[in-house]
């Protein structure tokens, strides 16, 4: 009632509406009141009010005139706040008592949480039935049982990964294992060896191996392409096979498999120069042939060139003949790899032989053939391949002779082994070519090996007896002195 009174306004207003007095304010600095809707409804009817309201402030006036005896108005006022004023007033309390009541609440909860949680932190986990909360065991239990079967699967694990181990440790071929970002995952003995490196594990396949096509593959590959290709390593070839791993739709890794094909590929190498050099022999005598007989046939040829080309064409075929034979030996030779079929034989008898049948050649160049070593000399061998080793020996040292030249054959008996050497005193052989004589249709002066009918094979054919009898065949050669073949053959 008293706060009431404070905010009472109380004003005296004549009829000309002047303030005669108020308790708020000096009344004579106040405006005429005289339209003020209250005062006029007081001096029309006696009484009068009216509301009035502040916006800025949120305030709200209610005004309240009564014309007095004496013709002067008594107005009372008072102002109350409205609804959004008082929210004004209570906002900030508000917020206040909120921050207050969130921070008492966060410590509070931080308090409770962690004198909750630190039990269940100090939960040992070998020992569940001794933790605080009794509504945890059946929880810690089966997080027991899941502990034995995570250990259980990880000694399972384990093993399988030491079986893998050990099988590919004992593998031949290199292997490597591959993440999808081309990490190593495993990597075998073989393959370490292989790339020159002593671990793997971890690192990508680009830094394993330096080798560009080797890099592109298993780029493929991880891109879900399976690719093969070639690596060459320490003077090895290796075949590489790249394999995706496929996990349904993407790629998971890849599996690299290092095979090692440095014979295979020797010999396919051979093979190919071998096929190649053939064709290119028996091409070269039949064009000859083609040629001089076509003249011969279209009457192109003079009469008195009929005969000289006919022999020509005799001496080309023969020379085809012999070229096919050698290689038929060869080939002969190569399928008898796999019948190891020896038998004891007079090593000395079969020299003889073999001399006897080159006789006339020898005396057709004036070369004499001396045979030495032990009559009753025995060797347990391919008598066919040996027969074939020491008629091609022989026959180069005749036609590599000089007229009136010498041959000496001696045949020794070393401890394991026989050996067959083969000295003449003919051209020799220049130092670079002694390696290349051995070569598959190589011949050291082309021409001149034509005349003599050579076909570039008998050495081939030597050093492939020498080696199916687990022997060796070397050269000793000096030009314009002679030439000593030492073939040794194991028995
Ligand atoms: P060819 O049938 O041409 O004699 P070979 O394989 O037997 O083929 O010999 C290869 C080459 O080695 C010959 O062409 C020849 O140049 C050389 N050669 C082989 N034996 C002798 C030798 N005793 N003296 C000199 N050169 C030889």
């Given at each position: 009632m008293k706060d009431s009174l404070k905010t009472l306004r109380v004003s005296i207003i004549n009829e000309r509406g002047e303030v005669l007095f108020d308790n708020r304010t000096d009344s004579s600095a106040l405006e005429n009141h005289l339209e003020r809707p209250e005062v006029i409804k007081a001096l029309q009817n006696g009484v009068g009010e009216s509301e009035r309201v502040s916006d800025t402030l949120g305030e709200i006036t209610y005004y309240y005139a009564m014309r007095l005896g004496n013709e002067n108005i008594l107005r009372l006022a008072l102002t109350s706040h409205n609804v959004t004023a008082i929210l004004y007033t209570f906002v900030p309390i508000a917020i206040l008592c909120l921050a207050?009541?969130?921070?008492?609440?966060?410590v509070v909860a931080?308090?409770?949480?962690?004198?909750?949680?630190?039990p269940i932190n100090n939960i040992n986990l070998d020992a569940p039935e001794l933790n605080e909360y009794e509504e945890l065991v059946p929880l810690l239990k089966k997080i027991e049982t899941q502990k034995q079967e995570i250990s259980m699967q990880l000694a399972e694990t384990r093993q399988r990964s030491e079986t893998i181990l050990t099988i590919t440790g004992s593998m031949q071929e290199g292997l490597l294992l591959?993440?999808?970002?081309?990490?190593?995952?495993?990597?075998?003995?073989?393959?370490?060896?292989?790339?020159?490196?002593?671990?793997?594990?971890?690192?990508?396949?680009?830094?394993?191996?330096?080798?560009?096509?080797?890099?592109?593959?298993?780029?493929?590959?991880?891109?879900?392409?399976?690719?093969?290709?070639?690596?060459?390593?320490?003077?090895?070839?290796?075949?590489?096979?790249?394999?995706?791993?496929?996990?349904?739709?993407?790629?998971?890794?890849?599996?690299?498999?290092?095979?090692?094909?440095?014979?295979?590929?020797?010999?396919?190498?051979?093979?190919?120069?071998?096929?190649?050099?053939?064709?290119?022999?028996?091409?070269?005598?039949?064009?000859?042939?083609?040629?001089?007989?076509?003249m011969i046939s279209d009457g192109t040829a003079k009469d008195m060139d009929v005969r000289p080309f006919a022999q020509k064409i005799l001496l080309q075929s023969r020379r085809l003949i012999y070229i096919i034979d050698d290689i038929i030996k060869l080939s002969a030779f190569d399928e008898a790899a796999f019948q190891k079929e020896f038998t004891p034989f007079n090593l000395y008898g079969l020299a003889n032989t073999v001399i006897s049948s080159l006789q006339e050649n020898a005396e057709e160049k004036n070369v004499a053939i001396t045979l030495k070593g032990d009559e009753e000399l025995t060797l347990t061998a391919n008598m066919r391949m040996i027969d074939e080793l020491l008629y091609n020996l022989l026959d180069n040292a005749i036609k590599y002779n000089r007229e009136g030249g010498h041959i000496t054959v001696s045949l020794t008996d070393m401890e394991g082994s026989v050996r067959i050497s083969v000295t003449d005193t003919g051209i020799g052989i220049p130092k670079a070519a002694l390696d290349r004589v051995f070569e598959r249709f190589y011949r050291v002066d082309k021409s001149r090996s034509k005349k003599t009918g050579g076909t570039g094979l008998g050495l081939s054919i030597v050093k492939h007896v020498a080696e199916f009898h687990g022997g060796s065949v070397r050269l000793e050669s000096e030009v314009n002195v002679g030439t000593t073949v030492v073939v040794d053959i194991q028995h």
């Open positions: 207050l009541s969130a921070g008492i609440a966060f931080r308090r409770l949480t962690q004198r909750i949680i630190a591959l993440n999808e970002k081309g990490n190593v995952l495993l990597a075998n003995e073989s393959a370490l060896h292989i790339l020159d490196i002593d671990d793997a594990v971890g690192k990508n396949v680009i830094v394993l191996c330096r080798d560009l096509p080797f890099f592109e593959h298993a780029k493929a590959c991880l891109n879900g392409q399976k690719s093969e290709g070639i690596l060459q390593r320490n003077e090895c070839i290796y075949q590489v096979l790249f394999n995706p791993v496929l996990e349904e739709e993407s790629v998971g890794g890849a599996v690299v498999l290092l095979i090692d094909v440095t014979d295979k590929y020797a010999a396919e190498t051979q093979r190919k120069a071998f096929s190649a050099n053939v064709s290119h022999e028996l091409k070269t005598p039949l064009t000859t042939i083609a040629a001089l007989s076509e």
